[in-house]
């Protein structure tokens, strides 16, 4: 059974940091895309970082690069989201997923698969 579980959210103040953990379970990591789509209140889902099944590609938003970047650790199964010089309007439920059923790297949520629960980021002072 194919499972995500975001961890490392929460709440900071303008400018701080916070590192996001997307742990997989129940398939084999390193041979899918994963990428990180983010949510907030009355908006749509948008793409915000996504790295190939090696790592050795990665994508961002226009909104986040040089301040976010995506790693991954295939021998954790664990994909991570460093988060700095966080800014009021990245507040938003923070999800990973997986692309299972295509190639290469995307930022449309449309592409991938299977979805975690989330993990809400709030940025305030």
């Known amino acids: 059974q194919v499972q995500l579980v975001e961890s490392g959210g929460g709440l900071v103040q303008p400018g701080g940091s916070l590192r996001l953990s997307c742990a997989a379970s129940?398939?084999?990591?390193?041979?899918?895309?994963i990428g990180w789509f983010r949510q907030a209140p009355g908006k749509e889902r948008e793409g915000v970082s996504c790295?190939?099944?090696?790592?050795?590609?990665?994508n961002y938003a226009d909104s986040v690069k040089g301040r976010f970047t995506i790693s991954r650790d295939n021998a954790k199964n664990t994909v991570y989201l460093q988060m700095n010089s966080l800014k009021p309007e990245d507040t938003a439920i923070y999800y990973c997923?997986?692309?299972?059923?295509?190639?290469?790297?995307?930022?449309?949520?449309?592409?991938?698969?299977?979805w975690g629960q989330g993990t809400q980021v709030t940025v305030s002072s």
């Open positions: 997923a997986v692309r299972i059923y295509g190639l290469g790297i995307d930022l449309d949520p449309r592409r991938y698969d299977y």
């Open positions: 129940g398939f084999t990591l390193d041979r899918y895309a």
């Open positions: 790295i190939s099944n090696s790592g050795a590609n990665t």
